[in-house]
């Protein structure tokens, strides 16, 4: 079946660092992949999405490309701050559904 | 829009009881999610409904767990009786499934259950 494989953290990184968390994924289909964000105490948010191959998507410095031929989908951001400290999931879709395939998550701390 | 209302946002009972909790999803969405999240397992997903009627119920643990949607603005997530190892916090999502996509899921604030 989908699935998703994420980079194991914690990643921790100095303010003003560069940021990749890696994922790969899994799919029969031709699937939409997401970005979510988690901030302690809260529910997952949607940080970025792309829908088809070579697809940017960006949101809050954040980047991240569908890469087909890799099957990957790597968060990153050229410079990080205390505030992104999070957990950071990466998922997919099928064409066709909403249901989402999640990975298991990357804590990111960011020391000042 | 006031997002995805989940309540209580914590409970604390004791082991037998039942526990009940709510989730009203956003106007307008027609797909909603329960999730349980702890630090062992990650994010399940636990059950999911379209248009109130439910598509994929094969990540409920155990039948001490049921979930209802009696309309399209209210959902429960019923836990008979409760035991320790029920102890996470629970969220619900909602999407509007529809032609195109993609079908981005918005999250409720969760509910953080202890069961002793």
């Known amino acids: 079946g989908d699935s998703v494989t994420q980079m194991e953290g914690p990643v921790t990184l100095s303010e003003e660092a560069f940021l990749t968390i890696n994922c790969t994924y899994t799919a029969t289909g031709y699937p939409s992949l997401f970005w979510y964000v988690q901030y302690p105490g809260e529910g997952l948010q949607l940080l970025l999405k792309?829908?088809?191959?070579?697809d940017k998507g960006s949101n809050k410095g954040f980047e991240a490309t569908y890469r087909k031929e890799t099957t990957s989908f790597h968060l990153e951001k050229g410079s990080v701050q205390v505030s992104d400290s999070a957990v950071y999931f990466c998922?997919?879709?099928?064409?066709?559904?909403?249901?989402?395939?999640f990975g298991t998550g990357t804590r990111l701390q960011v020391f000042p | 829009d006031a997002g995805v209302i989940q309540s209580p946002r914590h409970e604390v009972t004791e082991m037998g009881q039942e526990v009940t909790l709510r989730c009203k999803p956003i106007s307008g969405h027609n797909s909603l999610f329960w999730y349980r999240q702890t630090m062992m397992r990650g994010l399940e997903l636990l059950i999911y409904?379209?248009?109130?009627?439910?598509?994929?119920d094969s990540g409920m643990p155990e039948d001490r767990f049921s979930a209802k949607m009696p309309n399209a603005s209210f959902s429960t997530l019923k836990i008979q009786p409760s035991e320790p190892r029920d102890s996470a916090v629970y969220f619900c999502?909602?999407?509007?499934?529809?032609?195109?996509?993609?079908?981005?899921?918005?999250f409720g604030p969760g509910t953080r259950l202890t069961v002793t």
């Open positions: 999502a909602s999407s509007r499934l529809s032609s195109g996509g993609p079908y981005e899921q918005y």
């Open positions: 998922a997919l879709s099928d064409r066709g559904t909403d249901k989402l395939i």
């Open positions: 409904f379209n248009n109130n009627v439910p598509i994929d």
């Open positions: 792309a829908t088809k191959a070579d």
